[in-house]
């Protein structure tokens, strides 16, 4: 089968893509984020490190949103459609990026200029998060039959994101606050988590070409 | 022909067979996979680990108890979230899994299935509260610990648990969704763990929070600290109950009367648990506090030469003082050698644990103070105290030292020490062995210049009985005002200083 007639169909899926997408799990995890990044605009007001951290709990949000992403009840009737696994994918995350690009900017708006950390860096964190719960749903959804794996996915990543912070071994700082002179190399190696983490959506997106199966030295 | 006859069938009970056992059983086996999900069991994996480090050295080795109960209560908070997740995709799992419809052919009512969901949590909050009781009974066990633990401060990480399971159940009910349980352990990390909750820290609205930090690391003697951890233990407890008994309501149980009761009855707990916590301080704590800051009820004991006041529950502490006190003792010659001293415990208990307060040096001759904390950097300090009175006559005049006398001061406070150049490092604010740096006592600091550094910094890394000899050989010269630094390290036979003294600095 070449490339174009793979492709053809794209237009036709983009409705009934549009359709399955969670919405409802995107739309609380974004209601969620405003809501944490809204909260420094409270009268107590915020320092800076407390809105740093609100901006990586809403963050964290609509990560755990995106980790629904790539869910799909009828996965197994759909595993037989031509177009394969990583265009179908894509499109589902090609739908849901506009969206989330203007919660994002709405969510930074939302924390008062004095307080905001630096934008470029903390979208680079942003993004790392949500790369790392795309990743994590590609794996479940390339290593296991389930076709919604999206709570347990949601799950692991929670588990991550709390204990990281506080295993994360010093030498390779992540977690670092505004104005430390750790932040240049903190987000250089946020920079190379995102790396990975685009790479192993890329991997795992693929479709395996044959089950992995024993076979018996007797047959 | 004979008509078979069949016999009659025998009497079969039909009345329901005890559907609490069957609670029990489902209960037993949700708590099963609760305690052996990934989460709950990284979370206890985390939170053991944590109790392990943070008690080997916590305190020095001499912990007050009235402070170690608080540390147990934070950590317990990440156990809670893990199984508020849990618990909450458990209840999911028949909706997730499309086999509510079986359920409804069982004897098992759902609002059964939800009260064995409850009591599922159950285990868990038992394990927490092995935890904790692990933590502080390490802490009371260390031969150091002084002080009294509170039971209401130990019940609150064990109940936190419980009130976030049940919290996770509720919402289950409520939200019939898979994200909801994930988005809510972000709501609390960011509210709750991070402590962003609305109103005042000062008022009693921040008693509203699960776990109540104090801003302050004073350590106050127990009936000082005025932490209505009682009755805040019976609010987490109503609260736990209310939504344990909300979720059941919401889960099926609408048409039980007895659970209307019960919220009733949970609602009341959690009211009067609320209100009563919130009270604000009473006038008689304000006395109290005023009393043991101003004129304090001390029973005070005889240990060799000297005498020492101590508030009752650190009086098993006065062994390692006066042990400080004798080799400090040791060290000074002429009449200081034989000095009795009257050693003091002084808190500043008058802001409680809002906030620190430093004590004021006292005017009485060869009076000591100590303060309630001890091990690590404490102990120079007293000696460093020790010294000062020695010297000077009393800690009014031994805190306004700057001349060579600070020399001998500090070669009195370290020389004893087994460690004296890290005793050096510990008792100088900024950790430093050289250059001018403040030195901390129990009440106001010394200053010690650089040049006297340098020559404390030698004596300290001479053979003791040297030193010592030309220390009591000099003894009143060294003590006498007026003495230069640079005097006193020519007679202590350091060189090249220079330095008159260290008063201008």
């Known amino acids: 089968m070449t490339t174009p007639r793979r492709l053809s169909n794209v237009p036709e899926l983009l409705l009934p893509l549009w359709r399955t997408l969670p919405w409802r799990a995107l739309g609380a995890a974004a209601a969620l984020g405003l809501l944490v990044a809204g909260a420094s605009r409270l009268p107590a007001g915020f320092s800076p490190w407390l809105a740093l951290n609100a901006l990586r709990a809403a963050a964290l949000a609509f990560a755990l949103g995106l980790a629904f992403l790539l869910d799909d009840p009828a996965r197994h009737t759909t595993a037989t459609v031509p177009t394969p696994r990583p265009v179908r994918q894509a499109l589902r995350l090609a739908l849901v990026a506009p969206f989330a690009a203007l919660w994002w900017t709405a969510a930074v708006l939302l924390v008062p200029a004095e307080v905001r950390p630096p934008v470029g860096a903390v979208t680079l964190e942003a993004a790392t998060v949500c790369a790392l719960a795309l990743a994590g749903a590609a794996a479940a959804i390339r290593r296991t039959d389930e076709p919604e794996p999206g709570v347990g996915v949601g799950a692991g990543l929670l588990t991550v994101a709390v204990l990281a912070p506080l295993l994360w071994p010093d030498r390779w700082e992540l977690f670092v606050t505004v104005g430390d002179p750790e932040w240049a190399d903190a987000h250089e190696r946020w920079g190379v988590v995102l790396t990975v983490a685009l790479v192993g959506c890329a991997v795992w997106a693929r479709e395996p070409v044959r089950r992995l199966r024993v076979r018996s030295p007797l047959t | ?505």
């Not at chain 2, 909050?125 to 209401?152: D, I, M, N, Y």
């Not at chain 2, 001759?365 to 007293?382: L, N, Q, S, Y």
């Open chain 2, 1 to 505: 022909m004979n008509t078979l006859i069949q016999p009659a069938p025998v009497a079969v009970r039909t009345e329901p067979r005890d559907s609490w056992a069957s609670v029990f059983a489902l209960a037993r086996f949700e708590s099963r996979r609760l305690l052996l999900s990934i989460p709950v069991l990284v979370a206890f994996a985390v939170h053991l680990a944590w109790i392990v480090w943070h008690t080997l050295d916590s305190y020095d080795g001499f912990p007050a108890l009235q402070d170690a109960d608080r540390d147990t209560q934070s950590p317990p908070m990440l156990v809670g979230l893990a199984v508020l997740l849990t618990v909450n995709l458990a209840v999911l799992r028949s909706r997730r899994r499309d086999t509510d419809r079986h359920f409804d052919v069982l004897v098992v009512t759902t609002w059964r299935r939800s009260a064995a969901h409850v009591l599922s949590v159950v285990p868990a909050a038992l394990l927490t509260a092995v935890c904790v009781g692990v933590q502080f009974g390490w802490e009371a066990l260390k031969p150091g610990a002084v002080g009294h633990g509170s039971p209401g401060e130990l019940l609150v990480g064990p109940l936190t648990v419980l009130l976030f399971g049940t919290l996770g159940v509720l919402l289950a009910r409520l939200l019939k969704s898979a994200f909801v349980g994930p988005l809510l352990v972000v709501f609390f990390l960011f509210f709750v763990v991070l402590g962003v909750a609305p109103g005042d820290t000062e008022s009693g609205t921040r008693w509203l929070n699960p776990v109540v930090g104090e801003s302050s690391s004073e350590t106050l003697p127990s009936d000082l600290l005025g932490r209505p951890a009682a009755w805040h233990a019976l609010y987490l407890l109503g609260l736990g109950l209310t939504a344990a008994v909300l979720a059941v309501l919401a889960g099926g149980g609408r048409r039980v009367r007895t659970l209307y009761a019960a919220l009733g009855g949970a609602m009341a707990l959690t009211l009067v648990g609320a209100i009563a916590q919130s009270g604000g301080e009473p006038a008689s704590l304000t006395a109290a506090r005023e009393k043991a800051t101003v004129d304090p009820e001390q029973t005070c004991v005889q240990r060799g030469r000297s005498t020492y006041c101590a508030y009752p529950e650190w009086e098993p502490r006065v062994g390692t003082w006066a042990q400080v006190v004798d080799e400090v003792s040791d060290l000074a010659g002429g009449t200081a050698h034989g000095q009795r001293l009257l050693v003091r415990q002084r808190v500043e208990a008058r802001y409680g644990l809002s906030g620190d307060g430093a004590l004021q040096p006292s005017g009485t001759a060869h009076e000591v103070t100590v303060g309630t904390r001890w091990g690590g950097p404490r102990v120079p300090e007293f000696s460093s105290a020790v010294a000062a009175v020695l010297v000077a006559g009393n800690e009014q005049a031994g805190s306004e030292l700057c001349d060579g006398r600070i020399v001998t001061v500090m070669w009195l406070a370290l020389g004893w020490q087994d460690q004296p150049m890290d005793a050096l490092r510990k008792v100088r604010l900024d950790d430093s062995v050289s250059g001018s740096a403040i030195v901390l006592q129990p009440t106001d600091p010394l200053s010690m210049s650089a040049a006297q550094t340098d020559v404390v910094r030698t004596l300290l890394t001479r053979p003791r009985g040297e030193a010592t000899a030309r220390v009591k050989e000099h003894w009143s010269e060294l003590t006498a005002p007026g003495l230069t630094t640079a005097r006193a390290a020519e007679l202590l036979g350091v060189k090249g200083i220079t330095e008159k003294d260290g008063c201008q600095e």
